[in-house]
Structures are given as C-alpha cells and as structure tokens.
C-alpha cells in the first residue's frame, strides 16, 4: 500500500506554474519603478519563461538574468534556479548558476565606472546574494533527493513483494513435490501390490465368481495407478520452481536465466558439454545468485556473463558495471556468496567475489578439470 502523497504533490502543475509567474510579474512591477522600455521587455520576457521552466530549466534561468542585472528582483531567478536545482545533477553548474546570478544581482546598472566606495559595497553585496542563492539550490536538491529516496523505497517495495511471491512459490513447490513423492513411493507401491495380488488370486482362482471379483479387483487397481501416474505428474510441474522432482538446471537453461533476468545482460564463451551435472548446477547457480545481486544493489548496471575452460579448470565469470543510478544500501547477509563458496569447496574448487577497479562488481566460480570427476 502507497503512503499518501503530501497536499502540496496534488496540485496540478499549470496552477503552481501559473502562481509563479504571477509572483514574479508582480515583485518585476514592484521593482520597475520608472525603469524603460529596455527594463520591462527584460521583466516581461523572464516572467514569461518561467512558464516553461520544467521543460527547459537552464535557458529559463539564463533568461531571468538580464531582469536581474537590471532591478532587484528575486522571485523569476530564484524560481529558476530552484527549478534547475531539481532537475539537475551537475553540481558544478549549479554553483556556476548561483555565482552568474550573485554577479547579475550585484552589478550595478548602467555598467559604468564606479567610485572605490561603491566597488567595496558591490563586492560586499555579491557574497550576500551568493549565499542567498544557495537556498533554491539546496532546496531544489532536496527535493531531488527526495524524489529519487521514494522511486527507490517503491523499487525496494516491489522486490521485497516479489521475493515474498517467490518465497510463496518455493513453499508450495514443496508441499507438492513433497505429497508427489508420498504417492509415488507409498500409495502407488502398496495399489501396485494389491493388483499384483489380485492377479495372482484370478489366475490360482476355480469359481468364476471369485475369479470375476479379483479380475474386477485387479482393473480397477490397474485405472488407480494410472490416475496416481497422472496425478504426481501434475505435482511435479505445477510447482513453478525446479524441485527435488522436476529436472535440475543445466548449462542449456543459461541462456534463458540470461535473457530473463530484468537486466541488461550478456552470455559469452561456452563449455564442454562433457561437465557433470553437478559441476552444472553449480555454474547455473552462480550466475543466478550475481544476477540477482546486479538487479537488487546495481540499478542500471549492465552485466556479462562470461564461461570460460582452459586445459586445468573451467568456469564463470559474471562482471557488472557501476550502477547509473543512486542506490540505497540493502541489508543482507551474503547467504547467497557463503552457499556458491560452499557449492566451489564441493568441486574441489574456488569462488571469488569482489569489486572491480571501475566501481563495478565481479563474482568468478573456478572448478578444476579433475574436481567433477
């Protein structure tokens, strides 16, 4: 369930842009006093543009800076600025905005020679405005910061769900595979006896009412296993996850756990179909464990899976890139590392794991030539 939005994010965006260019058609009137034609052509067009400000943040801004060289105006610059702030994540262009407009608004106007008395309360005059400036730009960043926190708790919201989902899925897949195995082994063995035993009885049987009844016995024991044949099979494949019943993950399902992994990646290099099913399983497990891994702490980040042999050893490699997009650290207790460190000691083998100069991740699972045999 979503937590409710705040008043002010119900507010249709045209009624606050046109609040804002309000505002500041009135703190320019406000300023104009008996400024010229020069004067209200610069006011008028830094107004105006503030109606675009969220499609084009940087031009609007650059805009109101004529206004404010001119009159002491703040609202149009600042509400640019704040816009941009927003939408940005160049910090350096922020502080570059933030001076242009401390400069614009420090300046005197008409752009003349001036006396050392006023150049002393000129410069006195842009450190204020600068650190005026600052407000919008922090504010806009927070905002932006609070933006991208809530895109990634509704991210995070959504992976706990599919995970819950997935959990539901595991525990079903059990209890099936579980009541699946019980059939098969106990029910079907002792309806197996019963038309064994019923067979027997039809042929060492002289009257023909009983040899009718053990025949009868024996057809319906017959159609028994039969339904229970069809039954356990629908057990077996209706758990949506592989179970100690269904086939366990091969070097062939790789390319399919690849394409449908959510991210951005990629499969190269290929081993001997001659590996174990067991050194196989491994392999599958560890690409899906780094998959998942890239998907849940790497948002953005493009991956490539990459199999490898050589005379000695075989193996994958599984390398990502840094994420493109802020992320917040999740907790976890690297079971899934410790269970593929596990799985590699089995094979006789290693499992490394760790970042890569770039900033990007790397898990690699070596087993040697010898280990699977």
Not at 14 to 38: C, F, K, Q, T, Y
Not at 223 to 252: C, F, I, K, N, W
Not at 347 to 371: C, K, N, Q, W
Request: proline share 6%; glycine share 6%; net charge negative.
């Amino acid at each position: 369930m979503s937590a409710p939005r705040d008043w002010w994010a119900r507010i249709p965006a045209p009624v606050i842009d046109a609040v804002v260019v309000v505002a500041a058609a009135g703190d320019g009137v406000v300023n104009l006093g008996e400024g010229g034609s020069v004067e209200q052509a610069m006011v008028a067009l830094g107004c105006a543009a503030l109606a675009v400000r969220r499609y084009f943040p940087l031009p609007v801004f650059l805009l109101t800076l004529p206004a404010s060289l001119m009159l002491d105006i703040v609202v149009a610059p600042f509400a640019a600025l704040f816009t941009l702030a927003e939408r940005s994540r160049n910090r350096r262009l922020l502080v570059v905005c933030a001076v242009l407009f401390a400069v614009a608004s420090a300046a005197p106007w008409p752009l003349d020679d001036i006396s050392s008395h006023e150049r002393t309360w000129t410069l006195v005059y842009f450190f204020y405005t600068l650190a005026t400036a600052a407000a919008p730009v922090l504010l806009g960043q927070l905002v932006q910061a609070r933006r991208d926190l809530a895109r990634r708790l509704a991210e995070i919201e959504e992976a706990r769900e599919h995970e819950r989902l997935l959990h539901s899925q595991a525990v079903l897949a059990r209890e099936r595979a579980q009541l699946a195995r019980e059939m098969h082994d106990v029910v079907s063995h002792q309806v197996s006896l019963i038309a064994v035993q019923a067979g027997a009885l039809q042929v060492a049987a002289k009257e023909p009412d009983f040899k009718e009844g053990a025949r009868a016995i024996r057809s319906l024991s017959v159609d028994t296993l039969d339904e229970l044949r069809h039954m356990v099979t629908l057990l077996r494949a209706s758990g949506g996850r592989a179970t100690e019943l269904t086939p366990q993950p091969t070097l062939s399902d790789l390319h399919k756990l690849v394409t449908t992994s959510g991210i951005d990646a990629e499969l190269t290099g290929d081993l001997s179909p001659d590996v174990s099913t067991t050194a196989q399983r491994a392999v599958y497990r560890t690409v899906q464990e780094a998959l998942t891994n890239v998907r849940k702490h790497a948002p953005g980040a493009t991956a490539t899976v990459h199999l490898w042999h050589d005379p000695d050893a075989y193996g994958v490699t599984v390398t990502n890139t840094p994420p493109t997009r802020p992320s917040l650290p999740l907790p976890g207790a690297h079971q899934g590392l410790i269970g593929l460190k596990e799985r590699a000691e089995l094979l006789a083998g290693t499992f490394e794991f760790g970042r890569t100069p770039d900033g990007g991740y790397e898990v690699s699972l070596r087993i040697p030539a010898h280990g699977d045999a």
